[in-house]
């Protein structure tokens, strides 16, 4: 047995594998629906800990479904880029820079993809004058922070931090997006058989560059939500907030934005806040 082993879905016939991929977004589905149940019975419960943990994992599970979709609409013609974004699965940065991406409203490509860089940066410059400390990236330490205790060093000052750091303040913010976008492209039928192939067709041929404005992109969105509906693949539960949520924020395929890490060091962030300190002199 050999786990996390996505890629061996290449070894598979193009022709068994959108099945093949449907049944793992059915596995997914049910579970983001479930963990969400749980969530929400711990936001009633006043249990700001827990859910922060629950929310945490729902949002990478429903992650992994927007990436399966994006190898779907990317089609199999770049193998190399199929297998980069099958490896994206496994990631938590790759998973976490979709849960944020999807939150935006991208103008074009190109900003989605200056988003994600300055997602992927091991360390980078904030503050005040945007300058002034460094810290580590973002996505990795609000997933870190938020499931266990650690003690942090930054810039000479040390400190325990604790997820009980987590006010009843931010109930308000769970479910995340991309938990609620993902079930909501499940119940329009998007993650059975019948309604990937509609999605290949769809997205087969389509020309996407820096330059791909989103109107050309919701366009297709909304000839895919079309198709499902006159197929009759969506769930009777379909709400319309579920339509105006896939319509709005099922941005861009993401399968060839690069979602890998950079490498940043102190010494560089110091040299730059150096620069920017003898300007501003």
Not at 137 to 143: G, L, T
Request: with cysteine.
């Amino acid at each position: 047995m050999k786990p996390r082993d996505l890629v061996a879905v290449l070894n598979v016939p193009k022709a068994e594998r959108l099945a093949l991929i449907a049944e793992g977004l059915g596995l997914l589905a049910e579970h983001v629906g479930t963990l969400r149940d749980d969530l929400i019975h711990l936001q009633e419960a006043g249990r700001s800990r827990g859910a922060a943990v629950i929310d945490g994992l729902a949002s990478e599970e429903a992650a992994k479904m927007l990436i399966l979709l994006d190898v779907v609409r990317m089609g199999w013609s770049d193998i190399d880029a199929v297998r980069r974004q099958l490896k994206n699965f496994y990631n938590h940065l790759a998973r976490g820079i979709y849960a944020r991406l999807i939150a935006g409203r991208p103008a074009d490509l190109a900003e989605v993809r200056c988003y994600a860089e300055s997602l992927r940066r091991a360390l980078y410059l904030d503050g005040p004058n945007d300058v002034d400390w460094i810290f580590r990236n973002s996505v990795e330490a609000d997933r870190e922070e938020s499931l266990y205790v650690d003690y942090v060093t930054s810039e000479g000052d040390s400190a325990w931090i604790t997820p009980a750091r987590l006010s009843d303040s931010k109930l308000s913010s769970w479910p995340s997006m991309v938990v609620d976008l993902a079930l909501a492209l499940h119940r329009l039928g998007c993650t059975n058989k019948q309604g990937l192939e509609i999605i290949s067709k769809e997205w087969d041929g389509f020309c996407l560059d820096d330059g791909t404005h989103w109107v050309k992109v919701e366009a297709v969105n909304k000839r895919i939500l079309s198709k499902l509906h006159t197929a009759g693949l969506c769930s009777d539960d379909l709400t319309r907030a579920d339509v105006r949520l896939a319509l709005e924020h099922w941005i861009f395929p993401l399968g060839n934005v690069d979602l890998s890490p950079i490498k940043v060091t102190r010494s560089e962030l110091q040299a730059e806040r150096e620069r920017w300190t003898a300007r501003e002199t």
